[in-house]
């Protein structure tokens, strides 16, 4: 008899035990629960303020020379004052501002904490112009087209032969059936550069196996054959 009661003491205090363990893990969880709920509380409200209360922009600083003015700079970037400087798109912006403006060769914007943008331009320079239908248009030397000339190109802007150009988007990249004459048109340029030739009234990529720079209209230098 004694061995039974304390053998069914012993099954009481087990069972005890285990039903407690088991009220143990359920309270963990619940606790566990709560906390994850009041983590995801306190990240979705500190994400609303951080939209929507704090980080507002206070000030724009425009850096470098374009040619362009503050005021036409800031329309096309679409920043502007009382925006939350983490809703604005850096990218899109300096995409917006390089296109619609095209003598900006390159524009940088940054974030400066707590309530400041910084834009930086560079301004791009006319590397020659291409003929067209309806006159010339200018690019730089990576082919990004800068305006269009109307009538007979100014005498100091160098001649592009050998790009033929049907459709183009002023601020945009020519573009072309094939871009291989592009590319040589840049390797020229930059070969001219680094060997510091001047007074280029003419680049002539028409023929890859007789690259052609003419100076003065007088001086061939030939760079193929």
């Known amino acids: 008899d004694i061995r039974k009661t304390q053998s069914s003491l012993y099954d009481r205090d087990k069972a005890k035990a285990a039903s407690s363990k088991r009220k143990s893990k359920k309270k963990k ?3 566990g629960l709560i906390y994850t709920l009041l983590f995801g509380l306190i990240l979705i409200s500190g994400t609303t303020l951080t939209f929507t209360v ?3 922009i ?3 600083k425009i850096e470098g020379d374009s ?4 005021d ?3 329309e096309a970037s679409g920043i502007s004052v009382s925006q ?3 809703r604005i798109s850096i990218k899109k912006s300096e995409e917006y501002l390089e296109r619609a403006l095209p003598y900006i060769e390159e524009a940088k914007i940054k974030r400066k904490l707590p309530s400041t943008v910084i834009i930086t331009v560079k301004k791009a320079t006319a ?3 291409i003929k067209t239908d309806s006159g010339y248009i200018k690019i730089n030397r990576n082919g990004k087209i800068l305006e269009e000339l109307q009538g007979e190109i100014p005498s100091n802007i160098t001649t592009i032969k050998g790009i033929d150009v049907s459709e183009y988007n002023v601020g945009q990249t020519v573009h072309e059936d094939s871009d291989e004459h592009l590319e040589l ?3 020229v340029y930059e070969s001219a550069e680094n060997n510091r030739i001047q007074s280029i009234t003419m680049i002539d990529v028409s023929d890859k196996l007789d690259l052609r720079i003419y100076c003065e209209n007088r001086i061939t230098v030939k760079l193929g054959s």
């Open 29 to 31: 969880r619940r606790m």
């Open 67 to 70: 040619g362009y003015t503050s």
């Open 54 to 56: 704090f980080f507002i």
């Open 84 to 86: 939350n400087m983490f």
């Open 58 to 60: 206070e000030d724009i």
């Open 72 to 74: 036409q700079i800031l």
């Open 185 to 187: 048109f840049r390797k």
């Open 127 to 129: 590397a020659g112009a």
